[in-house]
C-alpha cells in the first residue's frame, strides 16, 4: 500500500480480515447466531394463590349461595319457635354458634358480592346483577328482622 494511492473497500476488508457478513449491523440475524436453547418454563409458587381470566362467575355463584344460606339462617333463628307473633325485641332462638355462623355467611356472602360488584374484568350485566342481589339482600334482611 502507497501512500498516495487510494484505499478501496475491498482492499481494506482483505487487510483486516473481516468479511462484511460479521459487520455489526449483521449481529442480529438468527443465521448469523447459533440456536438459542429453549426456555424452561419456571414455575412461581408465590402466584398460585392469584387467579387468571374470568373469576366473577364463580365469586358471584358462591355469594349468591351464601346469601341465600344465611338469609334462610337467620329466618329460622328470629322467626323459627315462634310462626306469627309480631314482637318490638326479637330475640335469636337458636343459640350462639348458629348466631355466629349467620353473622360470618352473610359478610361472606356481602364481600364476595361487592367484589363482583366493583370489579372491572366482569362484564357489565353481572355486575348490575351483583348490585341488585345486593340491595335484594339488605332489604330482607330489613323484613326479616
Given amino acids: 500500500m502507497s501512500i498516495n494511492k487510494p484505499i478501496y473497500v475491498s482492499e481494506w476488508w482483505r487487510i483486516m480480515g473481516i468479511s462484511p457478513r460479521s459487520r455489526w449491523s449483521n449481529r442480529d440475524e438468527s443465521s448469523f447466531r447459533g440456536g438459542e436453547p429453549p426456555k424452561k418454563r419456571k414455575l412461581q409458587i408465590h402466584n398460585w394463590g392469584r387467579t387468571k381470566g374470568e373469576y366473577s362467575a364463580a365469586i358471584m355463584l358462591i355469594g349468591q349461595i351464601a346469601s341465600l344460606a344465611s338469609l334462610a339462617m337467620l329466618y329460622a333463628g328470629t322467626r323459627g319457635l315462634e310462626p306469627h307473633t309480631p314482637s318490638p325485641s326479637q330475640s335469636w332462638s337458636l343459640g350462639g354458634p348458629a348466631l355466629m ?4 355467611s352473610g359478610l361472606t356472602s356481602f364481600l364476595l358480592l361487592f367484589r363482583v360488584a366493583i370489579s372491572r374484568k366482569a362484564p357489565k350485566r353481572r355486575r348490575r346483577l351483583a348490585r ?4 335484594a339482600s339488605i332489604i330482607i334482611v330489613f323484613v326479616i328482622t
Fill in 101 to 104: 355462623v349467620t353473622i360470618v
Fill in 132 to 135: 341488585l342481589w345486593l340491595i
